[in-house]
């Protein structure tokens, strides 16, 4: 059984996006590799990275380091990625992240008309966040995710699990984290 893939873009200890990512892994009940986002030093996204991915590519060489990223979460059956709401989005990380896993033959291939197949394993994919406010539009964060995995990685079943207003005056901090915990909890994954 190939591990569940948790790509962790949560920054403070103590994280509520974090707590409630664990309370989804433990609901899996399975074993997961886990991706620090902001503890990994992303090359820049230049035109000399740019044209080396390019090259690699069209050598076939995905075995290069440059596509670890791509390749593990290619070959993840499950992703869970906790990533807390912030400026309309999510941490800069995980869009950094999301960068280096974009690579055509490795995570989505083109047909010859230039739309994307996907060619990831997984078959779901849970987006985790928790943000300070109510305001909170799901097709920024959360749409631009699920557009790139239905869209480019062939992942049909993508969730959004929320926590929201927590940082608001008068906020019920631990009702709102219990109650997306028990969300969590009656979760079905067929």
Same mark, same amino acid.
């Given at each position: ?11 403070r ?12 892994l433990r609901? =899996?009940?399975r074993?997961? &590799?886990?991706?620090?986002?902001? $503890? /990994?030093? %992303?090359?820049? +996204? ?7 991915r390019?090259r690699l590519l ?17 070959q993840?059956e ?11 989005s999510?941490?800069?990380? =995980?869009?950094?992240?999301i &960068?280096?896993?974009n690579?055509? $033959? /490795?995570? %989505?291939?083109? +047909? ?7 060619l ?29 995995a ?10 959004l ?30």
């Amino acid at each position: 059984m190939k591990p569940v893939l948790f790509i962790n873009a949560c920054v403070r200890k103590g994280s509520r996006t974090g707590r409630l990512a664990k309370c989804v892994l433990r609901k =899996l009940d399975r074993p997961y &590799e886990e991706v620090c986002v902001h $503890g /990994i030093r %992303f090359p820049v +996204t230049d035109e000399a990275f740019l044209e080396k991915r390019d090259r690699l590519l069209s050598d076939g060489d995905i075995m290069d380091p440059v596509f670890d990223h791509a390749r593990r979460f290619a070959q993840a059956e499950t992703i869970v990625i906790a990533a807390p709401y912030w400026d309309l989005s999510f941490p800069a990380a =995980l869009k950094q992240y999301i &960068e280096q896993i974009n690579a055509a $033959g /490795i995570t %989505f291939r083109y +047909t010859g008309d230039g739309i994307p197949v996907g060619l990831c394993r997984a078959e779901r994919l849970i987006v985790v966040m928790t943000a300070g406010g109510s305001y909170v539009p799901e097709e920024y964060g959360f749409g631009y995710i699920k557009a790139l995995a239905q869209g480019f990685y062939g992942i049909s079943d993508v969730r959004l699990i929320k926590a929201c207003g927590l940082d608001m005056e008068g906020a019920d901090v631990e009702g709102i984290l219990r109650s997306a915990e028990k969300e969590i909890e009656e979760m079905v994954f067929a």
